[in-house]
C-alpha cells in the first residue's frame, strides 16, 4: 500500500457518535425506561405481596400453616419438585447429549418437541394428561387394574412436573455441550474408553455447572406450578393438595394476607435458586 494512501486513511475522521447519545435522554434516559419498565413489571408486584404477607410480621404466615393440610401440601410440594428434579437433570442431559452429538433422520423435530411444553398452556397440559392417564381412558383403566393410581395421585403430579420442566436442564446443557471440543472425546475413544467411560470421565466435569443450573430452574419451576397440577391431583388434603393450589384456596377464602404469606415463602425459595443459578452460570462463563 502506498504512503499516500497510508496517509489519505490516516485523515479519514472517525465515525460520528449515534445521534440519541446527544439527545439530552440519550443513553441514561434508555437505561432509566428499561430500569423503570422492570420494576413496573416485576420488583412492584414482588414488593407488593411480600409487604401484604409480612407487613404485620409472621402471624399470618402461621395463620396459614396452623391450617389443616398446609404442611403436608408444602411437603408434598417439595417433595415432588425434588423427585422432579433429579429425573430431568439425568433424562435432559442424557437428551441434550444426543441431540447434540448424533446426527439422525427426525433430529429437528425431536429438538422441536423438547420447547414444546414452553409453548403448551399449563392447563392445557392438565387436560392432555388426563385425558391419557384418567379412569375411563384405557391407559389409565389398565394401570389402575394394576394397582396404579395417576390421575388424583402424587404419582400425577410428578407426571405433570416432569411434562411443565423437561426443557430447562436440557436448554442449559445444551450450548455448553455445543462449545466442547469433540477431540477429547474422540482421544478417549482412541485409548479404548467406551461411551459411558468417556462421558462420566470427560464430558460430565465440564457439565456439571450447567447441569446444577438447570436444575435450579426445574426445581424453581415446579415449586410453583398450579396450572397443570391442579387438574390432575384432585386437591385432596393432607393428601395430593400442592402448595400453590393451597395458596389458590386461601384466596378464595377471602384470606388474601395468609394466602400472600405462604406465596412469598415458595417465591423466597424461587427467587434463591435462581440467584444460585445466576451465580453457577457466571462462574461458567468466567472460566470459559
Known amino acids: 500500500m502506498s504512503s499516500q494512501a497510508l496517509g489519505q486513511r490516516s485523515t479519514v475522521a472517525p465515525p ?3 445521534r440519541w447519545s446527544r439527545l439530552p435522554l440519550g443513553r441514561w434516559g434508555l437505561r432509566g425506561i428499561a430500569v423503570l419498565y422492570l420494576g413496573v413489571a416485576v420488583l412492584v408486584p414482588i414488593l407488593a405481596v411480600l409487604f401484604q404477607g409480612y407487613g404485620e410480621g409472621f402471624d399470618k404466615l402461621r395463620s396459614a400453616l396452623s391450617t389443616p393440610g398446609a404442611a403436608e401440601a408444602i411437603r408434598l410440594t417439595l417433595i415432588t419438585a425434588a423427585l422432579c428434579t433429579i429425573i430431568n437433570a439425568f433424562f435432559g442431559t442424557l437428551l441434550a447429549y444426543v441431540l447434540v452429538r448424533y446426527r439422525f433422520p427426525g433430529r429437528g ?3 422441536a418437541i ?4 414452553f409453548a403448551i398452556p399449563t392447563l ?5 394428561l388426563v385425558a391419557l392417564y ?10 389402575e387394574e394394576r394397582g396404579i393410581e395417576v390421575i388424583f395421585a402424587p404419582l400425577g403430579i410428578l407426571i405433570a412436573l416432569l411434562f411443565v420442566t423437561l426443557p430447562f436442564v436440557i436448554r442449559t446443557v445444551q450450548p455448553v455441550l455445543s462449545e466442547l471440543d469433540v477431540a477429547e472425546e474422540e482421544a478417549a475413544y482412541s485409548l479404548g474408553a467406551t461411551r459411558w467411560t468417556t462421558f462420566v470421565k470427560v464430558v460430565l466435569p465440564a457439565l456439571r455447572a450447567s447441569i446444577a443450573a438447570g436444575s435450579l430452574l426445574v426445581f424453581a419451576r415446579a415449586i410453583g406450578e398450579f396450572g397443570a397440577v391442579v387438574l390432575v391431583a384432585g386437591n385432596l388434603s393432607g393428601k395430593t393438595l400442592t402448595a400453590p393450589v393451597f395458596i389458590f384456596q386461601l384466596a378464595n377464602q377471602f384470606r388474601p394476607q395468609e394466602a400472600a404469606a405462604v406465596a412469598s415463602l415458595l417465591f423466597l425459595i424461587s427467587f434463591a435458586l435462581v440467584l444460585l443459578t445466576h451465580r ?3 462462574r ?5
Do not use: E, I
Open 16 to 18: 460520528a457518535p449515534a
Open 134 to 143: 384418567g379412569p375411563s381412558s384405557p391407559v389409565g383403566s389398565f394401570l
Open 109 to 111: 423435530f425431536l429438538s
Open 284 to 288: 461458567r462463563s468466567s472460566d470459559v
Open 124 to 128: 392445557v397440559t392438565g387436560v392432555m
Open 114 to 117: 423438547v420447547d414444546l411444553p
Open 280 to 282: 453457577l452460570v457466571a
